[in-house]
């Protein structure tokens, strides 16, 4: 019994089996769409960014590029078997099938590995993984491993390398032709931002990215709206193995002419834990030249920089701080010389006054400033950031002037001089909030924030002034006309503002890469000021001028309503819509002759059209437009209808019937790396049109010192909305590198043209500006002990003018050579330019400027290093520095004092400690260097 039991299992188990492989099972059914995703790699196993990858099946033909990690997604792919082709820029065009199942959601590819072409083409193509500049929408990003630097090099010497920057000896920072203002470490404020003191006190060799970004402010880089003119931003990240540990700088120096210049830097790095101080306290010439654009700053600075600021994180809250005092005693001596013009208000003949003038100034400043950023994420959904800031500033000016005038007026010859004393003590303390609410809502990418603040500032503002008056009946100073004319006044000024600011924002998707972007925004600025004016008598006492006094009060306000559509894909970004712009601005001013308070008032309606586009072929390539329009109220200072008498000779009278101007401004840039060449290209191109523009009217007038014919010329200033003014500025960059960066050409330059309108007697003219500056600097390496970087320039401006006078020229062409060369335990670096110019008439304006160094190795651990400076050696830093306005043109020589000595050590401390992670992973970072907890 029991065996035909078990047989019988065994039959009904053998029918089973039979009927499964008879009857068909019940199939999933084959999905519409998927996601298909993968990435692309060389036969090294690195990542490649930029490649070109084509989808192609007998329903889908779609394109895309690998991102910066080599991983490229498709999205809604109506096959699962299709034909996946790579193919770019030195990249060998590779096709391979694929067969799916067609009922998988996601599907992720095995790596997709490019084969090496074959040898006869190893000379034609090379793939090196990422490129060195990778180009985003906001971002231009370099890879820093791929520019040598040495033990010891400083972050400005690495930018140096790298192609677009400009780095200037007193730390400022040259981006495309557009200056860099703000500085950060791993996404966060480093040293208040000070660029100067971030570049060259950070060690090159911590650093893994260099980022170049479009700053549009904490509101726009939490929503994505972007709704305000964008900053230039340096943000630079630490390498993963250098995000911990602590470097110590020291550097003091000692030389003749009583000059020194000490340093001390300190930077501790854990994750998001940022501390950083730095002091400086020196008294030197910084502004030493070695290039086109003259000797810097004037005569002789004492100055001193202590910075600290500190960054962390605890869970959801973040804190990023920083205080910063800075004090300057400069003392320099300054002589100008130059024409202005005006036009006859007879016989619209041009008139011209030629002036000399000599400057002693003493001017010393003093600075505080403190700022706070907290930020809580409160959720996944909330998050608030409030930011108190403090500043307070003091400056004290002491200026003895003559100034010296030969003026050839349809009233006749006249020949005036102005020896002068003034004093002004100032200060100015400001404290202000700005905090932002953002709230994430369920649907993805809907957002919605808030933002308020308030900045209050007072000022005041003491002044005195004592000017003599001469006037002589020829050139020479022996025939004076009658007994001087004296002013000497005193003048109590404050000034108080306050300015309240509120804006809402609103993103609302409307597809996958679609959205509506909705912004309301209010500013008023309230604005109380008192300036008060006294004679001095000849006792020395003080007698009130109330026909002199200016008391008034105004407020500004301007409201913005803006809508854009925005569509997104991973090629290009586009957004257009428009701003209502309403706006007026309100005051009272007290009249001196009856006592009696006038109001003032003007409003303004716009509507602003708003259009950004981005094109970005690949992470190597991109094309930006960006229109904006901005409109600008005149100062209540420039509409007040009285006029303002403190300087005898030179007046201003305000127009109440001023219009705002309006500015249009379009930015177009083109980037291009291409990687396997080690070619860039980038050109900016910025065209501006002014309408209402307002323009000053200098209106002569004469008036009798002695009979019958002599006269004296009175300037009235009053303001006008003039058409007209428009600008366009070019720029480009050119770089190729050989021999694995050893040898780099670079070629930029701009070509810029201003044409400005304005007035004279009420008479109308136009002042045209062409300028050419070209510039072409290699920079050899042939091996790792020597650094040579050549260039030459031409630098070219010319002035047209309608009023008839000669156009000017000024020409110059500068030849120059830097660099360093290495010697066992030696660094001698050096540095020369000479310079040829013309259009300055008969003075010396072909300097030869040469400065030296040297460094000896005193440890063998790379630091500490004994140096030695010389600056100036011929002692021919006599640079003059042009300005040209519709109004004149102005050339001005200063005393740099720049040739001496400084011997002294420097000494740095360095120790990095790895990764940072949390329970023993490491932890992994956004695109700005920042870590997440």
């Known amino acids: 019994m029991k065996g035909y039991l078990v047989f019988f299992l065994l039959l009904l188990t053998f029918i089973g089996k039979v009927l499964a492989q008879t009857t068909p099972a019940k199939q999933p059914e084959a999905l519409p ?151 950060r470490l791993n996404g966060k404020d480093f040293l208040g931002g000070n660029v100067a003191q971030v570049i060259q006190n950070l060690p090159a060799e911590i650093i893994e990215k260099a980022q170049v970004i479009d700053d549009y402010g904490e509101q726009a880089a939490r929503t994505g709206i972007k709704n305000t003119e964008p900053t230039k931003t340096l943000n630079v990240t630490t390498k993963p193995d250098k995000s911990i540990g602590t470097y110590v700088n020291v550097q003091a120096q000692g030389g003749n002419n009583d000059r020194y210049n000490t340093n001390l830097t300190l930077t501790h790095v854990n994750a998001n834990r940022q501390i950083g101080l730095t002091g400086r306290v020196n008294n030197t010439q910084t502004g030493v030249s070695n290039g086109v654009n003259g000797g810097g700053g004037a005569g002789t600075t004492f100055s001193a920089y202590p910075t600290v600021s500190w960054s962390d994180q605890w869970g959801k809250f973040k804190l990023t701080s920083s205080y910063n005092y800075s004090f300057t005693d400069n003392n320099s001596i300054n002589k100008s010389f130059g024409e202005i013009y005006s036009q006859s208000p007879l016989d619209n003949k041009i008139q011209t006054s030629y002036f000399t003038r000599d400057n002693t100034v003493k001017n010393v400043n003093e600075g505080h400033r403190g700022t706070a950023r907290f930020n809580f994420d409160l959720d996944k959904s909330n998050s608030f950031f409030i930011e108190p800031t403090f500043n307070y500033t003091s400056g004290k000016v002491n200026n003895t002037s003559m100034d010296d005038r030969i003026n050839n007026f349809v009233t006749g010859f006249e020949h005036l001089l102005m020896n002068g004393t003034s004093s002004d003590n100032n200060t100015n303390t400001s404290l202000g909030v700005n905090a932002l609410y953002q709230h994430f809502f369920k649907k993805p990418r809907r957002n919605f924030s808030m933002q308020v603040g308030i900045i209050n500032s007072d000022a005041t503002a003491d002044g005195r002034k004592f000017t003599t008056y001469s006037f002589f009946a020829d050139q020479t100073k022996n025939n004076r006309l009658k007994p001087d004319s004296v002013a000497n006044l005193q003048t109590r000024r404050t000034n108080k503002n306050t300015t309240y600011n509120a804006s809402l924002t609103y993103l609302e998707p409307l597809g996958a890469k679609s959205q509506l972007e909705l912004t309301g925004r209010v500013n008023r600025q309230v604005i109380d000021n008192v300036a008060k004016q006294d004679t001095v008598l000849a006792n020395g006492q003080l007698k009130e001028l109330a026909r002199l006094s200016n008391i008034f009060n105004y407020a500004f306000t301007e409201t913005r309503a803006q809508l854009n559509y925005t569509y997104t894909t991973s ?363």
């Open 571 to 933: 090629k290009f970004n586009f957004s257009v819509g428009g701003t209502l712009l309403p706006s007026t601005l309100t005051g009272t001013r007290v009249n001196n002759n009856n006592n009696q308070t006038v109001s003032a008032a003007i409003s303004n309606f716009r509507v602003i059209p708003v259009f950004r586009f981005s094109y970005i072929w690949s992470t190597s390539q991109r094309l930006n437009i960006t229109y904006t329009g901005v409109n600008t109220l005149p100062d209540f200072t420039q509409i007040q209808p009285f006029t303002d008498r403190s300087d005898p000779i030179y007046i201003t009278t305000g127009n109440p019937n001023l219009k705002p101007s309006f500015t249009n401004t379009i930015n177009a840039s083109y980037n291009n790396y291409i990687a396997n060449s080690k070619f860039t290209i980038n050109f900016t191109v910025i065209a501006s049109q002014f309408k209402s523009r307002v323009v000053s009217n200098v209106i002569q007038r004469s008036e009798l010192i002695t009979a019958p014919d002599k006269y004296r010329t009175i300037y009235e200033t009053t303001y006008v909305n003039m058409d007209g003014s428009n600008g366009l500025n070019v720029n480009y960059t050119l770089g190729k590198q050989l021999a694995d960066r050893r040898y780099n050409l670079s070629l930029n330059g701009s070509v810029s043209y201003n044409y400005n309108v304005a007035m004279s007697n009420n008479v109308p003219y136009h002042t045209t500006v062409w300028r050419v500056n070209q510039r072409f600097g290699p920079k050899i390496n042939p091996n790792d002990n020597i650094e040579i970087n050549p260039y030459v320039a031409y630098d070219v401006q010319r002035t047209f003018t309608s009023t008839g006078a000669n156009p000017s020229i000024r020409q110059t062409t500068s030849i120059a050579l830097d660099g360093m060369f290495y010697l066992g335990n030696w660094r001698l670096r050096y540095n020369a330019s000479k310079n040829f110019v013309t259009g300055l008439g008969s003075l010396n304006t072909n300097p030869l400027v040469i400065n030296a160094g040297v460094e000896r190795q005193l440890a063998k651990k790379n630091n500490l290093y004994l140096t030695f400076d010389v600056f100036d050696i011929l002692k021919q830093n006599n640079f003059v520095q042009q300005t040209v306005t519709p109004q004149g043109v102005t050339n001005t020589l200063s005393n740099a004092l720049s040739r001496y000595f400084m011997i002294g050590l420097r000494a740095n401390f360095q120790k990095w400690g790895g990764k940072p992670q949390r329970n023993g992973k490491d932890l992994k970072r956004k695109g700005d260097g920042s870590f997440i907890y």
């Open 33 to 183: 769409f998927r996601d298909v995703s993968g990435i692309v790699k060389d036969e090294k196993d690195n990542p490649v960014p930029g490649a070109v990858v084509h989808l192609k099946s007998p329903l889908d033909s779609v394109y895309t590029t690998t991102n910066a990690n080599g991983v490229f997604i498709f999205k809604q792919v109506k096959r699962a078997g299709f034909y996946i082709t790579v193919s770019g820029q030195g990249i060998p065009t590779t096709t391979k099938l694929y067969r799916n199942s067609d009922v998988a959601k996601q599907i992720v590819l095995d790596p997709f590995e490019l084969k090496p072409p074959k040898p006869i083409e190893l000379k034609e193509v090379t793939v090196n993984g990422a490129p060195t500049i990778i180009y985003k929408q906001d971002t231009v990003e370099y890879r820093a491993s791929d520019y040598k630097v040495r033990d010891g090099d400083t972050l400005d010497q690495l930018l140096k390398k790298m192609e677009g920057f400009e780095v200037g000896r007193d730390g400022s920072l040259i981006y495309q032709g557009q200056e860099v203002k703000k500085a």
